[in-house]
């Protein structure tokens, strides 16, 4: 009943602030007329209202549970090895899904390896206990309502650098400035917990 009520009241109050922050920050670093693939895409809608902002974009998804109603096609995987060969996509996204892995550095890795031009990353930093608490509870009412599997696998900025370099991907742009919450939210839940990145991975 309380996870139930909290995520009504997430899904009023921020969800759809949410969806237009990332289609604002994440949309332009996507080139026209790519192929992409989102992974861990849920129903969809947030990767195909980013891909809807540049013309001539294909979006597809894969995710490990795979929901009634999708709005892009959608295929199962089981969560670490992205089925599909070298580049044969142009662009691979995670949008805050991979702390709800055990191991993101593998998945990072495997998009580098099927990404041709570059990976995008929604996720947090977590430099602190406060900030690792602070991801718990807001990873708790967002997703506890949907039943996704909450790990909660916080990184320090250090850590994702060393993610990047391991899977040879080159760090292009990497901004804290991701407006999902108004005032007064922002200043418990913004204060630089949030990040967007876009890596080349044209070398890797």
């Known amino acids: 009943m309380l996870t139930a009520t909290l995520g009504r009241v997430h899904n009023h109050a921020i969800f759809n602030r949410r969806v237009q922050a990332l289609v604002d920050t994440l949309g332009p670093l996507v080139p026209a007329g790519a192929r992409m693939l989102d992974v861990g895409t849920g129903d969809g809608q947030i990767a195909a209202s980013i891909a809807a902002r540049q013309v001539g974009t294909s979006i597809e998804g894969i995710d490990v549970m795979k929901r009634p109603h999708t709005h892009i096609p959608v295929a199962l995987f089981d969560g670490e090895t992205i089925p599909h ?110 990040f967007v990145a876009r890596l080349d991975a044209s070398q890797a």
């Open 85 to 194: 060969p070298d580049n044969s996509f142009d662009v691979v996204s995670f949008v805050d899904v991979l702390h709800h892995t055990d191991h993101p550095d593998r998945l990072i890795a495997e998009a580098a390896r099927v990404a041709s031009q570059a990976v995008l990353i929604k996720d947090h930093l977590s430099e602190s206990s406060l900030d690792h608490a602070t991801l718990r509870l807001m990873d708790w009412v967002g997703n506890a309502p949907h039943g996704v599997v909450l790990p909660y696998n916080y990184a320090s900025h250090a850590t994702w650098m060393d993610w990047f370099s391991e899977a040879g991907l080159v760090t292009e742009t990497f901004t804290t400035q991701v407006p999902l919450y108004p005032a007064p939210l922002s200043w418990v839940f913004g204060r630089g917990l949030h």
